[in-house]
């Protein structure tokens, strides 16, 4: 039977296309101001304008490059069953933002909802999790034990486990890591996020300095969600913009962002396309039905 929770597409960059069934909103008139980040005022803007556009309960949604990442809480407020959030991302997207909330500081306020009672990210590589970037991170949420980091190589000892003890969450390899996170996975219903910056460059190329997953490691995790998946989105698409205002521009040169030339990036595309096709095929038929009680 046919799932009734269709995809959608959050379109600000034009980068996702080839999804059947979409619900497509445009939205390209935001992409200079919601991209990469955004004051609290303009965000709660995009949200009024969402609370009336997208569907109550979207299937799988597509938010287009990883600078949107930040979308991921916009739609975690829509769902008031308490849950755990697992998030796929080579980054722990818990840095500090003065200026509001942005793609890589969204997961710290997403801690701060009361339906969100745990959060894992899973297949850090990133060093942004590492003694020497302690200050650029908000650390509150693992301290009390709400939120969980699992790496690749960098590890949070400095943090939670002191002294010369491993670190229980760091790992060698992508296998080991899904196979321990799978096996202490808690019975609470589940939002996945997925940013495809997590994948190693091998399978996609992203925006983003990548991980080291495969689309194997990342169909596993759904497929253990089957059955209590509240809702999902897919991130991290291949996605160039100049931006106008020279602040932004100025913090996006700071990611060392890749150009590429427009058959470079179709050839990118095309490779997500295939990625977003694999996965939404998994969550589809994952997705809780739509009801009352999300």
Known sequence: MMNSRPPAILDFDGSVSGIERATVLPLQPWQETIRFGCRWRDFQRLASLLAVRLPADPGCVFTGSGDYHHLSYLLLQRVTQPLQLIVCDNHPD????????????????????????AI??????????????????????????????????????????????????????????????????????????????????????TNWDQGRFLPQHLLRLIRACRGRLLGADIT???????????????????????????????AWQHQHRQINRLLLAEITPTLAAPGPAR
């Open 94 to 117: 818990t840095m500090r933002y003065p200026l509001g909330i942005h793609c890589g500081s969204w997961v710290y306020w997403a801690s701060r909802l009361p339906q969100v009672r």
């Open 120 to 205: 894992h990210v899973l297949g850090i590589c990133s060093h942004d999790i590492s003694w020497r970037h302690r200050w650029e991170i908000h650390a509150g949420p693992q301290l009390r034990r709400k939120l969980t980091y699992w790496s690749l190589d960098v590890s949070t000892r400095w943090l939670n486990w002191p002294g010369r003890r491993p670190d229980p969450h760091c790992f060698h390899d992508a296998d080991t890591l899904m196979a321990r996170f799978l096996s202490q996975l808690a019975p609470l219903p589940v939002y996945l996020s997925l940013d495809k910056d997590v994948l190693s460059p091998q399978v996609v190329t």
């Open 236 to 266: 991290g698409e291949a996605s160039v913009y100049r931006f106008q205002r020279r602040f932004k521009r100025w913090l996006s040169a700071l990611d060392g962002q890749p150009l590429a030339d427009p058959a470079q990036l179709e």
